[in-house]
């Protein structure tokens, strides 16, 4: 049995977010430069979106509405972290915000390439990254836990970086259109 979707401010608020997480999380996590940051203010970004949903005017575009949450958002993150040197200046979070909606499309290829590239890794590499990047260890950890000098693990890390972006960038060429290029 088929069930037609509501419209109900919630079912809104569902596609909206399908269509506009890429460009969300990119603009914050450009801001936050970690991830569990990023997922921290996302979080919030959402649940103010959905206590303000029934806020919102349907016949307006969505992408500026949940913008201007995610820097409100983002200015209450930057005051928390007020104490720390890598704190934006607010014109430099509403440029982030603004080069996000403009290249949400690239980006979006890019963050596809990218997961695709990251599986033609060797295990070992992936383990690295996923230390470095996800768990956000310090090398100095990732290279105790890996049973590797603190320089083996930089080069490695430069390595798999520098292969990461060769990787993305000749699927970006290769892509239809030549994206990238």
């Given amino acids: 049995m088929e069930t037609k979707p509501d419209n ?15 460009v969300v999380r990119a603009y914050v996590y450009s ?31 969505f992408r500026p509405w949940i913008l201007g949450i995610t820097r409100l958002q983002l200015l209450k993150w930057r005051q928390s972290q007020a104490r720390s040197r890598e704190v934006l200046a607010p014109d430099v979070l509403d440029l982030l915000a603004e080069t996000a909606e403009t290249c949400r499309e690239e980006l979006d290829l890019r963050g596809q390439y990218l997961r695709e590239c990251l599986k033609r890794l060797p295990d070992n590499g992936r383990r690295i990254l996923q230390m470095k990047y996800f768990d956000e260890m310090k090398i100095g950890d990732v290279a105790a836990r890996l049973r590797k000098s603190v320089a083996a693990v930089e080069m490695a890390l430069v390595r798999l970086r520098r292969m990461l972006r060769t990787c993305v960038d000749a699927a970006m060429k290769a892509a239809p259109g030549g994206a990238g290029s």
């Avoid at 109900?8 to 997480?21: F, G, K, Q, S, Y």
């Avoid at 991830?35 to 005017?57: P, S």
């Fill in 8 to 22: 109900t401010p919630t079912d809104a608020l569902l596609r909206h977010v399908v269509a506009e997480d890429a």
């Fill in 31 to 61: 801001v936050t430069r970690g991830h569990r940051e990023t997922e921290d203010v996302i979080q919030e970004v959402w649940r103010v979106a959905c206590q303000k949903i029934g806020d919102f005017d349907d016949s307006r575009p």
